[in-house]
């Protein structure tokens, strides 16, 4: 009997107004519940508010370059990446949601498949000595992928020899991330597809929507799209990036290394 009272007397079956049993310490308990909840609030610490951070800031909406007559790619035009076998664009990764305003540094990327135009997934096209000239990007010509300012946080595509420690999470080839380092491991070309016309091809105008291979000027590898290999994210399931050249039976390179360059249309200005 005296079991039977203790574990009715632990059990609370009334309202906090009724006192009965340890009524002040179930008052100052719902108190302290919603001071933490009003605390958390004016710091901004509440997951709903963590995701509309991110909508607001990371996910916002952006204007891509306005596509030329001819097609042809300019220094300084805003371009996503694109992985023709998938359709996924080149993203900043972020794993979990953030209290942040902008990307930070480093920022691992991926291939997603939201490929709405935003401050993940669109990139400017630059020259390596930091300058935005008015001139076509051409086949050969070095050149940097950089994030927009804001958000965005004015990093570089970035990539490196592969070691036992820094390398792919899981293909374990050379990773490819955003920094702000500026290095030849930023530095980048673009190749053309058919390797058998490729140095004839080289010094031309690269135009907007052809297949190409993205090149690293350091590693001498291939951006490539394991869609094998598969990360879950708050933006679904997206695919790991890293730099590897995959070549076939013709020593050609395969649908993992081939991208195309996408601007927008007059009407989205």
């Not at 006192?19 to 958390?40: H, P």
Request: proline share 5%; with cysteine.
């Amino acid at each position: 009997n005296y079991l039977l009272r203790f574990i009715g007397m632990a059990t609370r079956t009334y309202n906090p107004a009724v006192r009965v049993g340890n009524w002040i310490e179930d008052v100052q308990l719902e108190e302290d519940i919603i001071k933490d909840f009003q605390e958390k609030k004016e710091s901004g610490n509440l997951l709903i508010q963590k995701t509309q951070n991110v909508m607001t800031n990371l996910l916002r909406a952006e204007n891509l370059s306005e596509s030329r007559e001819g097609g042809v790619l300019m220094f300084g035009d805003r371009i996503n990446l694109q992985h023709i076998a998938t359709s996924a664009v080149l993203s900043a990764k972020i794993s979990n949601l953030q209290s942040c305003a902008e990307l930070k540094n480093p920022c691992e990327v991926s291939a997603s498949q939201m490929t709405s135009p935003c401050p993940r997934n669109v990139f400017q096209i630059c020259s390596v000595d930091g300058e935005i000239p008015k001139r076509p990007l051409c086949y050969g010509q070095k050149f940097i992928m950089r994030t927009l300012p804001g958000p965005g946080s004015e990093l570089n595509l970035w990539s490196d020899r592969a070691t036992f420690t820094k390398c792919a999470p899981k293909s374990r080839h050379p990773m490819v991330q955003l920094s702000s380092e500026s290095s030849w491991n930023v530095v980048w070309q673009i190749l053309c597809r058919n390797p058998l016309v490729r140095m004839e091809m080289e010094g031309r105008p690269v135009r907007v929507g052809e297949p190409v291979v993205i090149n690293h000027c350091n590693t001498n590898q291939n951006l490539a799209c394991m869609s094998q290999y598969r990360t879950r994210t708050p933006y679904g399931s997206d695919m790991e990036v890293c730099c590897k050249t995959v070549l076939d039976s013709h020593k050609a390179e395969t649908q993992e290394n081939i991208w195309r360059l996408v601007t927008g249309c007059a009407d989205q200005q």
